[in-house]
């Protein structure tokens, strides 16, 4: 897996995915996603310490996105997140793109990356495991959008934590360009 910038030219593969129900539900993306709104969100991450990229297969087929929230440099710290497209589901890819996102937190010198899963995700909780996070507790009653609230796991990992890359498990863990 490879990670590239996001780019006008992924916005289609971008919108199948947010519309899809099992992504859709785990995101604060309008329900329905309106033609035109991949292209709006993307613009926040245009110089504002935010990151967005395309997740790509071997082949360079597009798989699913990656973010970040606002890197928070005097904590040095940054939240990430991912979708997959559901065609790749059941690949690896999730795990291989927050291992991906981990490493660049870690070599921009970053302290902690964190992972918001919702407690009704038990796939991504098992993507966060997997890539080495740890559970640290539940956040309650978070607002997700157009009222509902919902409660999310806090899945965290530092660089002191343990690389799961190196313990045995096949692969290596792929870097997004820049």
Known sequence: MNLEPLRPAHVPQVLATMRDPATLRFTRAPDPVPDGWVEQWLTRFDGHDRHAWAVLDGTGTFVGYAVTGP?????????????????????????????AMTRWAFDAGLQRATALVST??????????KAGYVLEGVLRSVHHRGGRRVDLQCWSRLPSDPDPTAAGRPGQTPTPHA
């Open 71 to 99: 890197v928070d440099h005097e904590g040095a710290e940054v939240e990430l997140g991912y979708a997959v497209a559901p065609d790749a589901r059941g690949r690896g890819v999730a795990t291989a793109a927050l291992l």
């Open 120 to 129: 009704e995700n038990p796939a991504s909780a098992r993507v966060a495991a």
